[in-house]
């Protein structure tokens, strides 16, 4: 009996050591990986601000488009935390946002590609993005994340509502206020259901260009100025159904209002 269970212990040590090796590879590149994004860090240097500080590489910083990012950032901050009131302490520290040289280093530092991109959690930047100057809106849209996050919101509405809370608060999307795209969609008859609004995980034809204005829209229609009024109770399906139904009648050319 003893040497039958030797050879079965034996057996599975030899079966598993390949993935044994697998894995501990594995764990000696993401050691690898984080030890290579602290040296990227220490070189980095700051244009800091109030709301925002923009890191950046030593050559890049005296470049004015880095100075004008960095002022337009604070800006954007200063601007949707007066929508988000109560945020303080821990929650209002400043927001850390690199400018990667390419997306290559953004997907190796960040662990995924975009515009803007929030960074791995427990390392040293909230934002990591892509410095291109028609993505402005983009990085508001990814820094309202972060700040409503930080504000606690993340959980108290669907995930389709919180992204038009995002888009709510940074205003721009695709190059144009979110409120111009919603005649157009209209139009073109791409405007979601309310269920698809208010479930709890993406529809299979979900579509972040064309449901989020949307969903700012519903946002916007709620009761309250401020995200905490907004929010401070889900909105029913009839609730969101009249908005979004509102919307369909909207003409190329026409506001919020009908006009």
């Keep these: 009996m003893i040497p039958t269970r030797w050879c079965a212990a034996a057996l599975l040590f ?10 501990e590879g594995r764990r000696a590149d993401v050691s690898g990986e984080a030890a290579d994004w602290d040296r990227t860090f220490a070189t980095l240097v700051p244009i800091p601000g109030d709301r925002v500080t923009l890191l950046v590489s030593p050559g890049e910083k005296a470049k004015p ?9 604070n800006r954007a901050a200063a601007e949707m935390l007066a929508r988000l009131p109560g ?5 209002a520290k400043t927001v850390t ?22 960074g791995k959690a427990g390392l040293h ?55 111009d795209w919603l005649p157009l969609f209209a139009a073109a008859k791409v405007l979601p259901a309310a269920a698809d609004l208010l479930a709890g995980e993406d529809a299979r034809d979900a579509s972040a260009p064309l449901w989020t204005p949307a969903a700012a829209a519903v946002v916007d229609r709620l009761p309250g100025t401020t995200l ?18 509102s919307l369909s009648r909207l003409s190329v050319g026409a506001g919020l209002d009908g006009r």
């Design 14 to 23: 030899v079966t598993l050591c390949p993935a044994i090796r697998a894995f």
């Design 65 to 73: 488009e880095m100075t004008r990012l960095a002022a337009e950032l």
């Design 87 to 91: 945020v303080s302490g821990a929650q």
């Design 97 to 118: 946002v690199v400018v990667e040289p390419d997306h290559v280093a953004q997907g190796h530092h960040a662990g995924e590609i975009g515009e803007a991109v929030p």
């Design 125 to 179: 930047a909230d934002l990591h993005l892509v410095w291109n100057p028609h993505d402005l809106g983009a990085y508001r849209y990814t820094l309202a994340q972060t700040l409503i996050a930080r504000a606690g919101f993340a959980n108290k509405a669907p995930p389709w509502l919180q992204r038009g809370a995002a888009l709510w608060l940074s205003e721009s999307w695709y190059g144009r206020p979110w409120r």
């Design 228 to 245: 905490a009024e907004k929010l401070a109770k889900p909105p029913s399906q009839e609730a969101v159904a009249a908005i979004l139904q």
